[in-house]
């Protein structure tokens, strides 16, 4: 998804590969056989793993507008920060929110935020139906 919001805010054309996680594929596994994990980006026949990763590398390459991340060293370091913070906690709450059961449980996800993100341009066609998203989340909870 990171990945996919940052290629489209360059406006960059691509093909979008669907990955079984049960069944991963030979692309997956030869190009990315550290962690055997998406995303992965091929560009010019090499592969790029790690979305934060993928983010720099296609703000440098791709130099069209809007730029993903503050040119100030220090602005760069709290961005990273926070995408880091995003994926070590953020993610965690959110599938647990995601699979709650009450309304209350449930909450977290039908804020206004969320719903501004989910309804910006770049991301909309991206989001995966909630039942999809749950189903992952499951999965990823049960190990
Ligand atoms: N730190 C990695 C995390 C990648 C990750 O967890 N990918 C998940 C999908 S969002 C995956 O490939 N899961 C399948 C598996 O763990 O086998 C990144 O940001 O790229």
């Known amino acids: 998804m990171r990945v996919r919001i940052a290629l489209n805010l360059k406006n960059i054309e691509y093909e ?3 990955q079984n996680y049960a069944v991963k594929s030979e692309l997956l596994l030869q190009s ?6 998406v995303p992965v980006l091929i560009h010019n026949d090499q592969p790029i793993c790690e979305s934060l990763i993928i983010v720099h590398y296609i703000d440098e ?11 100030d060293p220090f602005d ?10 995003i994926d ?6 959110l599938f647990e929110v995601m699979i709650g059961q009450t309304d209350e449980e449930k909450g977290g996800v039908r804020g206004l935020p969320t ?10 066609d991206l989001m995966p139906e909630t039942e999809k998203l749950m189903e992952f989340a499951k999965m990823l909870i049960s190990g």
């Open 115 to 124: 719903q501004r993100f989910c309804s910006n341009a770049v991301v909309k």
């Open 88 to 93: 070590d906690k953020w993610y965690g709450a």
């Open 61 to 71: 390459v791709f130099m069209s507008d809007p730029s993903l991340l503050p040119s």
């Open 76 to 85: 760069r370091a709290v961005t990273h920060l926070w995408a880091t913070y």
């Open 32 to 37: 990315n056989p550290v962690y055997k994990k």
């Open 16 to 18: 979008y590969l669907e």
